[in-house]
């Protein structure tokens, strides 16, 4: 396999299936794709390029029960949300036993680095919301039979402190978690010379990379350091080799890459190969990257991606602005639709937020907007004024044609 006509060659026979499938059984498919397929023997990576169009994320995230299978039970699905990070997150879906087969994938994987790695070891990681007998779970450290969980929206100092202590007491095997919150702590724990301990493996997932939080992270950790690149909507779509280049997982997805003229490089489009329960062909991811064909098999090298944003609040207090896709995800995933459409969060002060919300017509939203600031303030703290207004729409930049998740009116009023 030396280019992407070979590759697609490769996975032709499954490709093809894949198609059939969505024109016979999957009403977006059915109601949008008004070609007619070509045998398998015709079907060329030219002809699928130019006969299946490009799918955007705006019409996945208009229509997104729509890419579900005929006849599913929804007592079968596994549902998650994107984070959001335009602030208009995404339902996604897949049964349980794909669900199943992503998670026995993901943890073939974590093997390459410890060969003995298994579900029960003791781990930590990150967490952003639990949901349990319709109340959310946000800020806390959990126990979790063999996991510890850390919150990941408040990293001032003191709580990273506190999370590192927990970690020191609890001796994990390993830690999962964004790169640039494992960053905040591997700063907090360089900063105050805090208690050593040795991880034998760290895995990150969930945003782009920065060389510089590698760096530290590396250094203060020295253990062996894994980049699993994935999305809500699939995952593991890559992961680190044992020389820490990024490989496709070309089981899991086709991948393809198209030239952007706005950022004047590559783009990701993903076709995913094993979630047949909620198919997306050519779904264009919005990551920036290019991958090459080397052995056999595929690395990826990524321009851009998913960031985190952090502020700070009275009292030299940071946040993680994950917060605000969290809640809305959480809330959606609560309510089992999409009741939060839109959402952005305007810090106009050091104890003031604004809240913005677009919400579904047949949502209730009075009660929404009332457990959207609950759960925010709770964070936060109940000393910064947080006032919601409900909007019909909002604008995204004309810049970039995304609408931000987050604005820092102190800053923007600065300059």
């Known amino acids: 396999m030396k280019n992407q006509e070979e590759y697609f060659e490769q996975y032709k026979d499954k490709i093809y299936r894949l198609l059939i499938h969505c024109k016979e059984d999957v009403e977006y498919y059915k109601s949008n794709w008004d070609f007619k397929l070509d045998s398998i023997d015709d079907m060329t990576y030219d002809v699928f390029c130019k006969k299946i169009p490009i799918l955007e994320k705006k019409i996945v995230r208009k229509n997104s029960e729509q890419f579900l299978i005929k006849n599913v039970s929804m007592d079968n699905l596994s549902i998650d949300s994107t984070s959001g990070t335009d602030g208009k997150p995404i339902i996604c879906y897949r049964s349980k036993k794909e669900r199943f087969i992503c998670s026995d994938s993901l943890w ?140 496709v997982e070309k089981n899991n997805i086709f991948i393809e890459q198209l030239y ?12 995913l190969l094993k979630n047949n329960t909620w198919p997306l062909v050519r779904y264009r991811l919005e990551d920036l990257g290019e991958y090459w064909f080397e052995d056999g098999k595929i690395y990826l090298s990524l321009h851009r991606g998913r960031k985190a944003d952090f502020f700070v609040m009275d009292g030299n207090r940071r946040f ?39 919400l579904n017509p047949d949502a209730n939203k009075k009660e929404v907007m009332v457990k959207y600031k609950k759960e925010l303030q709770k964070i936060v703290g109940f000393n910064i004024n947080i006032n919601l207004e409900e909007v019909e729409y909002i604008k995204p930049e004309e810049k970039t044609g995304k609408t931000k998740e987050f604005i820092n009116e102190t800053i923007v009023n600065k300059m």
């Open 108 to 247: 073939r994987l974590r093997r390459r680095f410890i060969r003995d790695i298994r579900p029960s070891d003791k781990f930590a990681r990150f967490y952003a919301f639990r949901n349990k007998d319709n109340e959310m779970i946000t800020n806390v450290v959990l126990y979790k039979e063999n996991d510890i969980l850390l919150p990941l929206f408040d990293l001032s100092d003191k709580k990273l402190i506190n999370y590192w202590n927990e970690i020191v007491k609890f001796k994990p095997r390993w830690l999962h978690g964004p790169s640039s919150t494992i960053y905040n702590l591997s700063l907090v724990i360089k900063k105050y010379s805090l208690e050593q301990f040795h991880f034998e493996f760290i895995e990150l997932s969930g945003e782009y990379v920065q060389d510089k939080h590698l760096k530290l992270i590396e250094e203060v950790f020295q253990c062996p350091i894994a980049n699993q690149y994935g999305c809500r909507e699939y995952w593991p779509m890559a992961y680190s080799d044992s020389n820490g280049k990024l490989m």
């Open 260 to 271: 952007n003229e706005g950022h004047q490089k590559n783009e990701i489009l993903i076709t």
């Open 320 to 358: 993680n602005a994950i917060i605000f896709s969290g809640i809305a995800r959480a809330i959606c995933e609560l309510y089992g639709m999409n009741v939060i459409l839109q959402f952005q969060i305007r810090k106009q002060s050091e104890n003031d937020l604004l809240v913005l919300l677009r």
